[in-house]
């Protein structure tokens, strides 16, 4: 079994009906999903509200954001909503969304701990470009990191490895643990391409950063042999005790905002060379823009998990 966290209340993070990052995203994976063969060896699971968890929420929040940005985000959205820059929207209903959300990546922090199976979380507003004291990248929290450090929280876990495999280097996630000795965080990523970061040299403070920059036009021949030379004795010389992946799917070939010649098959093979790491892996949604790409390529992804 494989547990998926997800809410019809993600739809309500309105950006605007020709913005790529909208709720169709979410409708064509839970569509994909539900007419997969083996769709009855799911578990679905609505997020835990956010008044059940509120004091945890915002001690997380204020760790990892600064209080003053969590506050703008909250009256922008109180006021009726605008944007953070060109391209990242909160509407009214953005920030009890977005609170929702990082409320859903750790219910699945909690279940990869105490099942020790993978979840996935099919939430939005996406979070992997959100930086302490700005929202970016159609992202307001940094949803991956906040779940990182949730998950240090735990008992008998020592050490969380988080793998980006969204096309856009994941800069706000990078950002906010690449000064802690106890996470480890590697991206691949189309470059040069927003939003810039994600160089080679770029390393962490302990090493525990492996960036991964892949030319326009690269594909499967040139992303397998990463995941099996370095990404995985990256992974595996670190012993995580969760795995975190920031499941975007922008790196498919029909993807419209980017320049990667994947196909949502190959995210099955990524998926079972993560397996190799543990199964203790919290898969969350990040990028993914072309629809039917997007819902093949999680289908592939849970099926790879489900693979006996």
Known sequence: MVRVIYSDRFLDHDTGRFHPERPGRLTAIVDALATAPWRQRLTWQQPTPVADRQ????????????????????????????????????SAESYDVAMLAVSAWLDGVDHVVQTEQPAFVLARPPGHHALSDR??????????????YYALQQPNVQRVAILDWDVHHGNGTQALVENHPQIAYCSLHEFP?????GRTSEQGAFGNVL????????????????????????????????????????????????GINLVPENYGVFTRYCLQVTRRILFGLEGGYDFSSLGQSVVATIAACLED
């Not at 929040?61 to 003053?68: A, F």
């Open 55 to 90: 004091s945890t929420l915002m001690s997380l929040l204020h760790t990892l954001h600064h209080p003053d940005y969590v506050a703008s985000v909250e009256r922008l959205a109180n006021s009726g909503g605008g944007r953070l820059d060109p391209d990242t929207v909160v």
């Open 211 to 258: 960036n991964l920059p892949m030319p326009p036009g690269s594909s499967m021949r040139d992303y397998e042999p990463l995941f099996r030379d370095k990404i995985v004795p990256f992974f595996t010389a670190l012993q995580p005790d969760v795995l975190i992946v920031s499941a975007g799917y922008d790196a498919n070939r029909d993807d419209p905002l980017a």
């Open 135 to 148: 929202g970016m990248g159609f992202c307001l929290f940094a949803n991956a990191a906040i779940a990182a």
């Open 193 to 197: 391409n927003y939003p810039g970061t």
